[in-house]
């Protein structure tokens, strides 16, 4: 009985961060509103050097959710007034998160019909991963969650040559944007 309720409640949350989640293929530049740009670019996700970026969503300001897949790769709106990242997740056998203690921004161009190359990030997450008790608990458990789990920095390069062509091949040519390199800082910049 207790191995269910422990399924259940770890299910529901993970179902719940999923549903919310935007994907690579779910961009649609044809799509973008007003008050949105296009951001592209890679984040990569390693857990003590194993690659976990497939098992891993970011968070952008205004509650933007991100899923990963195995490339990294990151074509998405983003809302011009709050463009950044804000938080990290990631499900191992319970969901774990990191919050950056300031917003990692991304300068977006003025220019209105541009896809803002953001960089490729290489997160390195260390921690202890396994079972959460405050997953048992639901919202309840989340109230008693100690905060950040273990501990998280992250690097950015310039591989627009190695990035843009999947953007471009994809969405691109046939909005036919331009491109800027809106390089975003580092965790150790901050």
């Not at 422990?6 to 993970?14: C, D, E, N, V």
């Not at 509103?33 to 952008?60: H, P, S, W």
Request: glycine share 6%.
């Amino acid at each position: 009985m207790k191995q269910k309720i422990k399924l259940s409640f770890l299910t529901i949350a993970l179902l719940f961060i999923s549903a919310c989640a935007t994907k690579v293929g779910d961009f649609k530049a044809n799509e973008i509103e007003d008050d949105e740009q296009a951001i592209f670019g890679r984040i990569k996700v390693k857990k003590y050097d194993l690659d976990i970026t497939q098992n891993c969503y970011v968070v952008f300001e205004g509650a933007s959710t991100y899923q990963l897949d195995a490339t990294g790769l990151v074509f998405h709106r983003i809302n011009t007034e709050s463009p950044g990242i804000v938080e990290f997740r990631c499900k191992d056998t319970s969901p774990y998160h990191f919050q950056l203690p300031k917003m990692a921004s991304i300068p977006l161009s003025k220019a209105k019909n541009t896809a803002n190359y953001f960089g490729d990030i290489t997160v390195t997450w260390n921690f202890e991963g396994g079972f959460k008790i405050s997953t048992l608990f639901g919202a309840l458990g989340a109230a008693f969650d100690s905060g950040n789990d273990g501990a998280l920095s992250f690097q950015v390069e310039d591989k627009f040559k190695e990035t843009s062509p999947s953007f471009h091949r994809l969405h691109g040519k046939t909005a036919r944007m331009k491109y800027v390199k809106a390089l975003i800082s580092s965790a150790e910049d901050k």
